[in-house]
């Protein structure tokens, strides 16, 4: 029997990696990676009539309507493409409205969840050097991340029975990556009796 393309979403704290392990896995899997960012500049490239209104949005700084950003996003992650390839979107949905709306119309065969501490996600966005990481805006992001992100990891692990796979992301990046690699294959086929695995810890 032929294997299920993988569709993979890929969560984590601020500094986790997600972009580095997002993409390292893409290739390894030869499956796109999206981010909602870059899904919603496409839109807004395309011309649309719906990208022209998140436009309005994005040039005043505020947050595009969950729906209509999850409306976007299925509209990509549908396409026979991505259905026949597989896809991996980075750390979506990311509230609990969010969540159902997606899980009443898309499925994912796995969740990764990149597990590292807050000091050290706190270490990681400081040597960034990036100008908006300020000690004020990490501490608001991993608090997000602890009230939205996690929260819906976990509806996801108790409500979906998806498989949510834990992997330890404080250690050589390589190595993650390997380690995510081999627990994809594992969770497919067999998972824990709550659907969760901690890897590598």
Do not use: W
Request: hydrophobic content about 30%; charged content about 25%; glycine content about 8%.
């Amino acid at each position: 029997m032929p294997l299920t393309p993988p569709k993979i979403i890929l969560y984590g704290i601020p500094g986790s990696g997600k972009d580095t392990h997002g993409n390292e896995l893409s290739q390894l899997l030869g499956i796109p990676h999206f981010s909602i960012g870059q899904i919603l500049r496409d839109e807004i490239a395309s011309g649309s009539e719906i990208g022209q209104y998140i436009k309005e949005f994005h040039d005043t700084g505020t947050l595009v309507p969950g729906t209509t950003t999850t409306e976007i996003l299925l509209k990509r992650l549908q396409t026979s493409e991505l259905q026949r390839s597989g896809y991996i979107i980075n750390g979506y949905p990311r509230t609990e409205e969010d969540f159902r709306y997606f899980f009443a119309h898309e499925t994912p065969t796995h969740v990764l969840h990149l597990l590292i501490s807050d000091e050290l996600a706190r270490t990681r966005m400081m040597k960034r050097g990036r100008e908006d990481d300020t000690p004020e805006l990490i501490n608001k992001r991993i608090e997000r991340y602890h009230t939205r992100e996690r929260v819906v990891c976990e509806l996801i692990r108790t409500t979906t029975g998806v498989p949510v796979i834990e992997v330890d992301s404080s250690g050589i990046p390589s190595v993650v990556t390997r380690t995510m690699m081999e627990c994809l294959p594992y969770a497919g086929i067999a998972g824990s009796r709550d659907h969760t695995e901690t890897v590598a810890r």
